[in-house]
């Protein structure tokens, strides 16, 4: 069946560090992937997004490439802030359906 | 941007009694709706889609008499829990489609149902 992996977290990180939060699916076709970020009190909100292999998806300094041959969709940022301090959920949707399926969500924590 | 809201965002009930949650489009049409939940260090797990005037599409599982969904308006749809059961405490989520919005899913920020 479809489905998708996240690092367990919390990932905890100092302002300005390196992110790198690991996704990797499994899915029978070509699915288009996402990037889904949860402020503390907030919906989920799509931070950036995917429809095809090689397609980068980017917004707010984060990034995230569509790798087919090794399944994988990472987000990454260069420098984190405190504001980035949030759950961070990696997705995938077939276009034929408006089904979206979750991974389990990682909690990123930043500190000054 | 879009905005949708979900009341109450947390609610106690006693097992047995029935709990209604809304969730409203604040600032578009939503044609469709759908409804999530999620348990604790879990994905959210899509339990149906509705259509506004239409039935809803239970996904396979989710029992239809146990969680009634009701999509009166483009910007309206009510999950109703009857006969809440202990089991039943859950992160309930909801989210708005609008084909304006080039199809993309805007999320409520969820309510907490507990059942003592």
């Known amino acids: 069946g479809n489905s998708v992996t996240q690092m367990e977290g919390p990932v905890t990180l100092s302002e300005e560090a390196f992110l790198t939060i690991n996704c990797t699916y499994t899915?029978?076709?070509?699915?288009?992937l996402f990037w889904y970020v949860q402020y503390p009190g907030e919906g989920l909100q799509l931070l950036l997004k995917?429809?095809?292999?090689?397609d980068k998806g980017s917004n707010k300094g984060f990034e995230a490439t569509y790798r087919k041959e090794t399944t994988s969709f990472h987000l990454e940022k260069g420098s984190v802030q405190v504001s980035d301090s949030a759950v961070y959920f990696c997705?995938?949707?077939?276009?034929?359906?408006?089904?979206?399926?979750f991974g389990t969500g990682t909690r990123l924590q930043v500190f000054p | 941007g879009a905005v949708v809201s979900q009341h109450p965002s947390r609610v106690i009930c006693k097992s047995g009694t029935s709990v209604k949650i809304e969730c409203r489009s604040l600032?578009?049409?939503?044609?469709?709706m759908f409804w999530y939940r999620q348990f604790p260090k879990q994905s959210l797990m899509l339990m149906a889609t509705?259509?506004?005037?239409?039935?809803?599409?239970?996904e396979q599982g989710v029992e239809k008499d146990k969680f009634l969904i009701n999509h009166a308006s483009l910007t309206l749809s009510t999950l109703t829990v009857t006969s809440a059961h202990p089991e039943d405490s859950s992160f309930y989520i909801c989210?708005?489609?609008?084909?304006?919005?080039?199809?993309?899913?805007?999320f409520g920020p969820g309510t907490r149902l507990t059942v003592t």
């Open positions: 995917a429809t095809k292999a090689d």
């Open positions: 509705s259509n506004e005037g239409s039935k809803a599409t239970y």
């Open positions: 989210s708005a489609q609008s084909r304006l919005a080039n199809y993309e899913q805007y």
């Open positions: 899915a029978t076709g070509y699915p288009s």
């Open positions: 600032d578009f049409q939503a044609t469709t």
């Open positions: 997705a995938l949707s077939f276009m034929n359906t408006d089904k979206l399926i």
